[in-house]
């Protein structure tokens, strides 16, 4: 990485390396690749000049400028593709997007295996990353349009996992793996995950303060394209950033079922420090793990408030807790209450039980980590989430 940061900081005097990532030359990139002009609103344009101040205010490594400049392009790639299609096919917009299940639980308390179990239901599917990453159909034939995207995504997914190995064993990702849907939001730049992964909290004030509703509506316009091409199934959308923001989802959502995970705090966010640990240390080279821990505990705190508002005042039906000890120990059941409460189309037992019985390089076990190399406190962190554990009798070690 040394080396890498290195060539990239050689070639900038020569213009082929970006010394600084600049809005007006990501979107100028972008145009050029899809050959589109079009960029809508322009709603954009507030969160990527937000996003870049904070990147270009940071002590990023070359190559942290070169690959937020490349995310940057990739971003708008997308918005622009998108503004285009929905030109072509205006019918996209009238496309239903009913009774959507959110699962807002924090990172590391369980929710990419309820995600994938809920998949697993004959009426609904959960989205995989080759189509979170490559939102857009690029042919009209399905099957060479699907082909290309998803080629296009193991080949960035080889240089991810050349760069960092260690992801797979945190948290396994292949190109037809489900994951979170905070990637449609990055054509609005409208991403809270990228303050805790990047340390950015100046991006991070400006999400907190930001109407999201706009953003919301971009992105249900992506997932408008996902049910158009496959019109047979439901969602299930997995994402801790929603909690930040339950007003504007709901508000845009009014029919979903929220399904919110808890974990004791005193695990799930040293886990969480060690998979952000990754990007901070892209984007930084060296940093002070210490520095991290504190980082994150506050944000999820902050979550934590912010979503329990926003519950509190809507009311209780449209939610339901999971344990993530129970969910650990009895998967099966806690499916089964999730399709029960919403009257959802029950899961067949018989896939549950098989995709509970295969192997990943992410299991238990594999992903080690302690609270104190980031500067963490359990008992502390308990004292802190006290109300919030009473409140869901999270169980606690």
């Known amino acids: 990485m040394r080396i890498l940061s290195a060539l990239i900081g050689l070639l900038q005097p020569f213009g082929i390396t970006p010394k600084r990532v600049d809005p007006d030359s990501i979107t100028k990139k972008a145009k050029r690749r899809t050959g589109l002009s079009d960029l809508g609103d322009n709603m954009h344009r507030v969160g990527m000049e937000a996003l870049t101040k904070s990147v270009n205010s ?37 496309v239903k997007i009913e009774r959507p299940v959110f699962i807002v639980g924090f990172p590391r308390t369980g929710t990419t295996l309820l995600q994938n179990l809920l998949h697993l239901s004959e009426d609904r599917r959960a989205l995989q990353f080759w189509e979170l990453t490559n939102p857009i159909p690029v042919s009209d034939n399905p099957e060479k349009d699907v082909a290309k995207r998803k080629r296009r995504t193991k080949m960035r997914l080889a240089v991810a996992n050349f760069v960092v190995p260690e992801m797979k064993f945190i948290h396994e990702v292949r190109h037809d793996s489900l994951e979170e849907c905070w990637s449609l939001f990055i054509p609005q730049f409208t991403v809270p ?31 408008q394209v996902m049910v158009h091409r496959v019109p047979d199934k439901k969602l299930i959308l997995k994402c801790p950033d ?37 990007n901070w240390r892209l984007l930084y080279g060296e940093f002070e793990p210490k520095e991290l821990g504190p980082y994150i505990e506050e944000r999820f705190m902050m979550g934590i408030e912010r979503g329990l508002v926003v519950r509190d005042r809507v009311g209780e ?12 120990h009895e998967p099966v059941e806690a499916v089964n209450r999730i399709t029960d409460y919403f009257g959802l189309t029950p899961v067949d037992q018989a896939k549950m039980d098989a995709y509970l019985n295969r192997d990943r390089p992410d299991d238990r076990g594999k992903h080690t980590y302690t609270a104190d190399h980031y500067g963490l406190d359990t008992d502390v962190i308990k004292q802190h989430y006290q109300q919030y554990i009473e409140r869901f009798n999270i169980s606690v070690n």
Request: charged share 25%; proline share 6%.
């Open 193 to 223: 995950n990228w303050e805790m992964t990047s340390r950015w909290p100046d991006y991070g004030k400006f999400i907190l303060q930001h109407d999201m509703r706009p953003a919301y509506e971009e992105y249900k316009k992506f997932l």
């Open 317 to 328: 039906e449209r939610f339901i807790d999971i344990n993530f000890r129970s969910l650990l």
């Open 242 to 278: 929603h909690m930040w923001h339950l007003d504007a989802l709901l508000d845009v959502f009014p029919d979903a079922c929220i399904v919110w995970t808890h974990r004791d705090p005193s695990r799930s966010i040293p886990s969480y420090c060690s998979l952000a640990s990754l």
């Open 58 to 94: 940071s002590p990023v490594t070359d190559f942290g400028k070169f690959s937020s400049t490349g995310f940057g392009v990739d971003a708008l790639s997308n918005r622009l593709m998108m503004i285009d299609y929905m030109k072509k096919h205006p019918e996209v917009a009238d």
